[in-house]
């Protein structure tokens, strides 16, 4: 691994060079994008679900915009994420991803809800976000706004830590085609990582419509010539203007993935894909959304029930299908000047069907209703904004989720704001109807006590609560020197409530053996491991020249059990990330990301008992640097950028893991998370036409 850095350090470094060699030069070109962003403010919709001004946003929100997806160092939607304030990225293998907001990011991978153009991608079975599985790449992506908090006053169930908005490129009128790939080395010299994707825009004065589709594959790290991951994405979209202030959206697409899925009984092959219909129709001040999504899954379990190193049973694979139904509308109204009221309302069905895990199937009905006042009381000076909304399930207990926040500019260009609310998780269909039909035992153990029995009728748990989140925050941002430098401060105290865990620890080899063991002992509880979680970030991003961009940010945190006030060791206490991004008159680009967590103890099963309570793995006290490098050549309407990308661990230990994991003695495999090396790729990508609005921002 050291030659590859030292390469990469060489290369970075000669680069660098060149492009502070030809300062004045870039000074003196025609950059007048930079200036054009310092003077424009910023706009997001998922604070208020309409678009607003950054500074007045009523929450920690992160907006990362199109012109810097393109420039960032990464190869995925969850890459872009590692320079977010307040988020953790842990790579368990290519294909699950754990992404966590302000504190407990495990491989559940459901204390975050993600959209994509407000269509809710966590999947009913798990709670889960198979990012892996999303239609799109992250060439499809216009825009991406974070809310760093709960937001289940406006958005429901599942916003419980924090959300996700994933906004895609819109349709152009204007006939432009795009591609993009990378190829190249990584530290094992595996196959490398092979990624490809192809978008096409075209139109007319009333429509417009797109088309993209993307193949990605890579190995996994510690098994040789394995494949982590494979997916293939493709969907289209089509515009219908019918007035300047409506319209009507229609996209439709799909995804296919194979890959290794960590669940807690270990390694596990997932077979699974998704197909989707949506339409979206806006007009003036009211929207609504209906979408129709289809799920089929198949997973292969490579691993075996295990207590205390004995082999006790096996089990088979489990095929499922889901489906979801969903309605959203929305409508905002301004009351008297300086009032705005926005209100909807949303009803959702879903179904998932397995003889394997849920027995005859699982059907659920969601609805629920909202409303949001603003009240502009000074204006430009002073903001209120108020709202609650209700949530009912068919399955699971409702839940009232208000929240209220304030914003004041005691002078131009720095804000205070504070805000208090309510959020929630509801149990996932594998809590709370989960039955493994699928059990085989290869041991008399487990015949004599018919464990077959108790994974088909004791694990599921109907009478779960919903978990809770009561979250207090304060805030502070400002420009300064003409907007060329921007700081904010963010601190929030969480009480986390009623968390759901799967309880084995009654479950031990001499109760067994002796007869004593209850077989309801093994299920979903809530038993009481409440934890409250207090921090924040500080984030500053400069701007000394037209041709450089700075940023910097600092995450602490700690963690606490509420029952008895000792210390919830689990959480990195400080996250610290730094970056730049590059672009030159001369047409070179230079991105690179360094994130540096510290070191923590993080929960896993034991991977040699199962069943077993969890165990206490130490990582961290290392850092991720992550670059990209591109030339862009230009001939009439045609640009190629010509480059490479790729990231490194920065550690001092042999072994680099993201995410706790160890070897299986019986079998000598990966458990959790995998050791992870460099990986340098060349990058080529390719665009023919007019140079358009979203890809000039």
């Not at 003196?28 to 607003?52: C, F, M, N, W, Y």
């Not at 986390?496 to 031990?508: H, K, L, S």
Request: include cysteine; glycine fraction near 10%; aromatic fraction near 12%.
């Amino acid at each position: 691994m050291c030659a590859g850095v030292a390469t990469l350090a060489r290369s970075s470094a000669v680069v660098l060079v060149l492009a502070f060699a030809n300062l004045a030069h870039a000074e003196s070109g025609d950059l007048t994008d930079e200036l054009r962003l310092l003077e424009e403010e910023a706009t997001v919709e998922i604070a208020a679900k309409r678009p607003q001004p950054l500074r007045e946003v009523p929450g920690a929100v992160t907006l990362i915009s199109r012109r810097e997806i393109e420039d960032a160092p990464a190869l995925s939607i969850v890459d872009l994420f590692r320079s977010v304030p307040g988020m953790d990225v842990g790579v368990i293998t290519p294909f699950s991803v754990s992404v966590g907001v302000r504190a407990l990011a495990t491989e559940a991978n459901n204390l975050v809800l993600v959209l994509i153009d407000g269509r809710e991608m966590n999947q009913e079975l798990f709670g889960t976000a198979f990012w892996s599985m999303f239609p799109i790449s992250i060439f499809d992506v216009e825009r991406i706004e974070v809310i760093r908090g709960p937001g289940s006053a406006l958005y429901g169930a599942n916003a419980y830590s924090g959300v996700v908005n994933i906004v895609t490129r819109p349709p152009s009128s204007e006939t432009r085609v795009e591609a993009r790939g990378y190829v190249g080395l990584r530290a094992d010299m595996q196959d490398p990582p092979a990624y490809g994707a192809v978008r096409g825009t075209f139109g007319g004065k009333k429509w417009s419509a797109a088309m993209s589709a993307s193949y990605e594959a890579e190995n996994l790290w510690y098994e040789f010539d394995r494949l982590g991951m494979a997916s293939t994405r493709g969907r289209g979209a089509l515009e219908v203007r019918f007035r300047d202030d409506m319209k009507l959206t229609m996209e439709g697409g799909g995804a296919l993935t194979n890959g290794r899925y960590f669940l807690t009984i270990g390694r596990t092959r997932f077979r699974g894909g998704e197909a989707y219909a949506r339409a979206d129709f806006d007009w003036k001040r009211f929207q609504a959304q209906l979408y129709f999504s289809h799920f089929d899954v198949t997973l292969v379990p490579h691993a075996d029930i295990n207590l205390e190193g004995t082999e006790l049973a096996t089990i088979s694979d489990i095929n499922g299908i889901g489906n979801t139904l969903d309605l959203q509308l929305q409508h905002r109204a301004t009351l008297v000047p300086g009032f705005d009221l926005t209100y909807g309302a949303h009803t959702r069905f879903a179904s998932f069907d397995s003889e394997q895990m849920v027995g005859k199937g699982v059907r659920e009905w969601r609805g629920g209703a909202f409303f949001q006042l603003e009240w502009a009381a000074v204006a430009d000076k002073l903001w209120f904004t108020a709202g609650t909304r209700i949530d009912v399930n068919s399955n699971t207990p409702s839940a009232l989720s208000p929240r209220a926040s304030i914003v004041a500019s005691p002078a131009p260009d720095h804000y205070i704001r504070g805000s208090v609310g309510l959020a929630f998780r509801k149990p996932a269909f594998a809590e709370t109807k989960l039955r493994l039909n699928n059990v085989t035992c290869v041991h008399t153990l487990c015949d004599q006590y018919q464990l077959p029995r108790i994974f088909s009728e004791g694990i599921a748990n109907p009478n779960l609560e919903n978990e809770k989140v009561r979250t207090y925050e304060i805030g502070y941002s400002a420009k300064l020197f003409k907007g060329r430098l921007r700081a904010s401060i963010d601190l929030f105290f969480n009480q986390y409530r009623d968390f759901i865990e799967f309880d084995a620890t009654g479950f031990d080899l001499a109760a067994l053996i002796s007869g004593r063991f209850d077989y309801t002992s093994m299920s979903f509880k809530q038993i009481g491991n409440d934890v409250d979680a207090y921090g924040g970030e500080l984030a500053i991003e400069w701007i000394p020249t037209r041709w450089m961009r700075l940023y910097g940010s600092w995450g602490p945190r700690r963690a606490y059990k509420a029952r008895d006030g000792n210390s919830y060791a689990h959480e990195p206490f400080n996250t610290v990330t730094f970056g730049f991004r590059i672009r030159t008159s001369w047409r070179l680009k230079v991105a690179a990301n360094i994130r540096f967590v510290s070191q923590h103890e993080s929960l896993l099963r034991d991977p040699n008992s199962l069943l077993k309570g969890f165990s206490a793995y130490r990582i961290g006290n290392d850092a991720d640097l992550r670059f990209r490098v591109t030339y862009t050549f230009k001939w009439s309407d045609v640009e190629m950028d010509v480059g490479f990308v790729g990231h490194t661990p920065v550690t001092t230990r042999g072994t680099y893991r993201e995410f706790p994991g160890a070897i299986t003695t019986n079998r000598f495999e990966n458990y959790g998370g995998e050791p992870i090396g460099w990986q340098a790729l060349g990058l080529l990508e390719f665009r023919y036409g007019p140079k358009s609005n979203d890809a000039a921002n």
